[in-house]
T-cell receptor
């Protein structure tokens, strides 16, 4: 089955700096890669995703890059703000076409300090 | 309506009790999921329903019994649970169509087994 590794497990940055979280996956058939943000006591929230036919996707301060050859993808957050503090999970799946089975990374706890 | 709702928010039950968790979505999604999340861990898939039929059971113990009465509702029946089953139980849904596999999570039910 799919295995997703995520690094680092914790990340502390100063407000305004950039944060980068990296994930690697094992299943070459995976073609959908979402990122979820989970604040303490709240639901995982989909913040950005990328499909295998795209190398990069950006949404305001958030961007995701995908290298299918190396089987890794990364989340980039620029100009970090205190409200970016949360746990971030990457995931991979073989969707679409079947009920999507997400395999999650182990999570990165991001802390943005003032 | 772009939200997945779950009830109850919190549940405390004894090991001999029978209780049910409820999940509802009105986005017309045809795939629904149950996940279990322990503290500081990623969500762990339990069950997947596609078009109201159980399509994936991740070898979950029989003390957890899922049910999908219709395309908008998903239940998880609990019986004879163990203290180690205490966790946040998340429901999610996704569109069962090609090209769209985003999963949207509900707020979860925090279950404590005493």
């Amino acid at each position: 089955g799919e295995n997703v590794e995520q690094h680092p497990s914790t990340l502390s940055v100063q407000e305004g700096d950039s944060a980068v979280i990296k994930c690697t996956y094992s299943d070459s058939a995976s073609n959908y890669f979402p990122w979820y943000k989970q604040e303490l006591g709240k639901r995982p929230q989909l913040i950005i995703d990328i499909r295998s036919n795209v190398g990069e996707k950006k949404d305001q301060r958030i961007a995701v890059t995908l290298n299918k050859t190396a089987k890794h993808f990364s989340l980039h957050i620029t100009e970090t703000q205190p409200e970016d503090s949360a746990v971030y999970f990457c995931a991979a799946s073989r969707g679409p076409g079947t009920a999507s089975k997400l395999t999650f990374g182990t999570g990165t706890r991001l802390q943005v300090t003032l | 309506d772009t939200e997945v709702t779950q009830t109850p928010k919190h549940l405390v039950m004894g090991m001999t009790n029978k209780k049910s968790l409820k999940c509802e979505q009105h986005m017309g999604h045809r795939a629904m999921y149950w996940y279990k999340q322990k503290a500081k861990k990623p969500p762990e898939l339990m069950f997947v329903y596609s078009y109201e039929k159980l399509s994936i059971n991740e070898s979950v113990p029989s003390r957890f019994s899922p049910e999908c009465p219709n395309s908008s509702l998903l239940n998880l029946h609990l019986h004879a649970l163990q203290p180690e089953d205490s966790a946040l139980y998340l429901c999610a849904s996704s569109q069962y169509t090609l090209g769209s596999v985003e999963q949207y999570f509900g707020p979860g039910t925090r279950l404590t087994v005493t």
